[in-house]
Nanobody, 116 residues
Framework: QVPLVESGGGLVQAGGSLRLSCAAS????????MGWYRQSPGKQRELVAI???????NVADSVKGRFTISRDNDKNIVYLQMNSLKPEDTAVYYC??????????WGQGTQVTVSS
């Protein structure tokens, strides 16, 4: 069973919007923080946004005001609403979950491509 399943990536024009979703399977116990990271070619993976189980959020300066992270704790789903997308937002976006025992889980990644 894949622990984290992402969806919602794709190709969009600059200024457009996308919403990413990440669903955690029932095999993961005690999820606390969930979040989104991204990695573009030749660059290191970077934090985009994270959200605690109490809905405290931390959003990277590069996307602040454009991206919003939210979660459904009952369903263990985390969302990333991305508005006013820019070509520099192009990357593979990864979902991450921190669970009981400080176990870290990663999704398989979903490609987001923003054309100019």
């Amino acid at each position: 069973q894949v622990p984290l399943v992402e969806s919602g990536g794709g190709l969009v024009q600059a200024g457009g919007s996308l919403r990413l979703s990440c669903a955690a399977s029932g095999s993961i116990f005690g999820i606390s923080t969930m979040g989104w990271y991204r990695q573009s070619p030749g660059k290191q993976r970077e934090l985009v946004a994270i959200i605690s189980s109490g809905d405290t959020t931390n959003v990277a300066d590069s996307v602040k005001g454009r991206f919003t992270i939210s979660r459904d704790n009952d369903k263990n789903i985390v969302y990333l609403q991305m508005n006013s997308l820019k070509p520099e937002d192009t990357a593979v976006y990864y979902c991450r979950a921190l669970a009981l025992g400080l176990k870290v889980y990663w999704g398989q990644g979903t490609q987001v491509t923003v054309s100019s």
